[in-house]
């Protein structure tokens, strides 16, 4: 193999296209103090694949601890010898990565459980939601929060590919990613999505993630978190500027504006 080829990798391209780490560390602590009056400590990165969030937490605070579960060991290995290795050796002292059901609960207590990027869509059925939110509950810390991001509105379910280029160097250049919305079915709420990816030589990966998710209403997932046993929830939506765009900052608020594609978090209160 020729010395300088570079090898497509698609965790490489989906962190730099899909993941702002910093950002959720931001939120997740900026919700914390707000609801609980205090600095979150530990953290649980539900569905953490590369891990990067767990990453960043333990950056961000010297006695901030991270637990990242996954099921797959691919991306794991591929946090392992790449944003793990950014750590010094103290803060990777503060990392533990499972393979582990984030169905199950953990003997281990956190202040904040996190499940990013719209990951609890693959449970399609409210009998696996509930299981996967009591087994949240019983991890959390007396105090601790629960949130998971989900992305709703009339642009999320219609049929639509949109694309981006991104410059970066890992990659050797400009490369295009997709997001395509494939399908969605009004009558089960299932959609299927998927992201595709161009290499900077032009190569396109079709698929690189299929992703086959339950589209969940934001009343859905705060009732279900009370019948699974939280004791409050309460709903953080982005704030918008003046053009209608999102601007990354997540306010609790109580009514949602009909915003054509949305994010937000909902919190499970412990
Ligand atoms: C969309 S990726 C999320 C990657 C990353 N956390 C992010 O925010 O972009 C979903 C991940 O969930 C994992 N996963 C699916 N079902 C799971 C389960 N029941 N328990 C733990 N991990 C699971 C998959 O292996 C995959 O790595």
Same mark, same amino acid.
């Given at each position: 193999?020729?010395?300088?080829?570079?090898?497509?990798?698609?965790?490489?391209?989906?962190?730099?296209?899909?993941?702002?780490?910093?950002?959720?560390?931001?939120?997740?602590?900026?919700?914390?103090?707000?609801?609980?009056?205090?600095?979150? +400590?530990?953290?649980? !990165?539900?569905?953490?694949?590369? &891990?990067?969030?767990?990453? !960043?937490?333990?950056?961000?605070?010297?006695?901030?601890?991270?637990? =990242?579960?996954?099921?797959?060991?691919?991306?794991?290995?591929?946090?392992?010898?790449?944003? &793990?290795?950014?750590?010094?050796?103290? $803060?990777?002292?503060?990392?533990?990565?499972?393979? $582990?059901?984030?169905?199950?609960?953990?003997?281990?207590?956190?202040?904040?459980?996190?499940?990013?990027?719209?990951?609890?869509?693959? &449970?399609?059925? *409210?009998?696996?939601?509930?299981?996967?939110?009591?087994?949240?509950?019983?991890?959390?810390?007396?105090?601790?929060?629960?949130?998971?991001?989900?992305? /709703?509105?009339?642009?999320?379910? =219609?049929? +639509?590919?949109? $694309?981006?280029?991104?410059?970066?160097?890992?990659?050797?250049?400009?490369?295009?990613?997709?997001?395509? $919305?494939?399908?969605?079915?009004?009558?089960?709420?299932?959609?299927?999505?998927?992201?595709?990816?161009?290499?900077?030589? =032009?190569?396109?990966?079709?698929?690189?993630?299929?992703?086959?998710? *339950?589209?969940?209403?934001?009343?859905?997932? *705060?009732?279900?978190?009370?019948?699974?046993?939280?004791?409050?929830?309460?709903?953080?939506?982005?704030?918008?500027?003046?053009?209608?765009?999102?601007?990354?900052?997540?306010?609790?608020?109580?009514? /949602?504006?009909?915003?054509?594609?949305?994010?937000?978090?909902?919190? /499970?209160?412990?």
């Amino acid at each position: 193999m020729a010395k300088n080829k570079k090898e497509f990798n698609k965790y490489l391209y989906y962190e730099n296209s899909v993941q702002t780490p910093e950002e959720h560390v931001k939120i997740y602590g900026n919700m914390f103090r707000e609801l609980r009056k205090k600095e979150p +400590m530990s953290l649980r !990165e539900d569905f953490c694949g590369t &891990f990067l969030i767990s990453c !960043e937490w333990v950056k961000s605070h010297k006695d901030r601890t991270a637990y =990242g579960m996954d099921l797959d060991p691919e991306p794991v290995d591929y946090g392992k010898k790449n944003g &793990f290795k950014t750590l010094n050796a103290n $803060q990777k002292k503060r990392v533990k990565i499972v393979l $582990q059901d984030v169905c199950y609960p953990t003997k281990q207590k956190f202040d904040v459980i996190g499940a990013g990027n719209f990951s609890f869509n693959i &449970f399609k059925t *409210r009998a696996e939601l509930k299981k996967y939110f009591v087994a949240a509950r019983k991890s959390l810390n007396k105090n601790g929060i629960f949130n998971i991001e989900l992305a /709703g509105g009339p642009g999320f379910i =219609g049929k +639509m590919k949109e $694309q981006k280029t991104y410059t970066v160097k890992e990659i050797g250049g400009r490369y295009t990613y997709y997001w395509d $919305q494939q399908s969605f079915d009004p009558i089960t709420n299932h959609g299927m999505y998927a992201i595709h990816f161009k290499t900077p030589k =032009g190569v396109m990966h079709k698929n690189a993630f299929v992703y086959d998710w *339950r589209v969940w209403s934001i009343t859905e997932l *705060r009732e279900l978190m009370m019948e699974s046993g939280f004791k409050d929830t309460v709903v953080y939506w982005e704030a918008s500027d003046k053009n209608g765009d999102g601007t990354g900052e997540y306010v609790l608020t109580k009514n /949602g504006d009909n915003a054509h594609s949305w994010i937000a978090f909902v919190v /499970g209160i412990n």
